[in-house]
């Protein structure tokens, strides 16, 4: 009996994971618009040490032992012919091609600012673009960081770390940042950042200039629409989760109103046989929480079961977000758990053991290691 063909659309944390979950018991194709996975995660250790960043999450796929046996395809998704079962794709050579699929797993992600997009890129153009960005911080006298959540947080925290003579100010629009994590979380790294010499202003919610889309970072002046006045930096960083989900190439039947893919609780899509969606993109919860929470297990498992005619299992969402908030640091990374309860993997530990052994192998299934600069 011939192994069925699943298609992976989007290669990014949740694809990847999933693919090499699947690669066993099906011929998979994966299809992403990066030749390796690029990371949405850790925007302040991306902005202020890029080098070290992409060591951890910039990765070309050829390097995942569990994606031998995938065959990815590096292009845009145009398309999906759910009669035909079948994806278009525009390759990065320009060519269009139809993969068939006996299931699909929609995982293509959201657009968040300029370090989340979708647009077909390179490996030296990826490059060219992490050092921009740090370059463009690392000579502003002042940085303003607009929003609330991790990212902006993260990058308040380590911008400040990293250039500690710099003026950095954070503005965001609740009593607290981190509203979507446990309160205890907030009363932590709003200590971290006051020691670190940040500002921060509480219940400031910005006026997004018209057509804005939060892409780039500027330099005018930032209002606010509750009422105090503007505030200017040399460089200001727009963190305010303004989301798109990648979904411009399905047909509207398989979204719901704000564009993100419906799913079952087992991540099936409805009326769409076959198919299912994982992480930022899928409409699991308001949370949209299986991008963080292992659910590429529970899916893989759904897709094999799918195949068997098996039940199905239901993903159990978390009610708040959880995990590293600053990212790996000097003295070590500090992790939350969803009841806000702090631990902290030491310094050493995170290139000799939580790297290495729980991430690239225990996660990934191992990953080989950069080859040698020739000389």
Known sequence: MSRPRVVVAGLGDSGVLTAIKLARHADVVGISAKPGLLSGQELGMRLSRPQEWARYNWIP???FN????????HGILTGLDLAARKVLVTTADGAVVAEPYDALVISTGVSNGFWRRPHLQSADEITTDLGAAHTRLASAASVIVVGGGAAAVSS???IAKTWPDKRVDLYFPGERALAQHHPRVWDRIGRQLADLGVGLH??????LPDGFACDEITDAPVRWSTGQPEATGDAVLWAVGRVTPNTRWLPEELLDERGFVRVTPELRVPSAPGVFAIGDVAATDPLRSSARNRADG??????RAHFTDKPLRAYRP??????????PQADGLEVFTPKGQAFRFPGWSIDRVLMPWIVWRGFYRGVRPEPAPRN
């Open 61 to 63: 796929f050829h390097r």
């Open 66 to 73: 569990g994606l031998d046996r995938v065959r990815t395809v």
């Open 156 to 158: 308040a925290a380590n």
């Open 202 to 207: 509480a219940g400031h919610r910005a006026v």
């Open 298 to 303: 529970l899916l893989a498992r759904n897709v």
């Open 318 to 327: 978390a009610s708040r977000r959880w995990g590293s908030v600053l990212g």
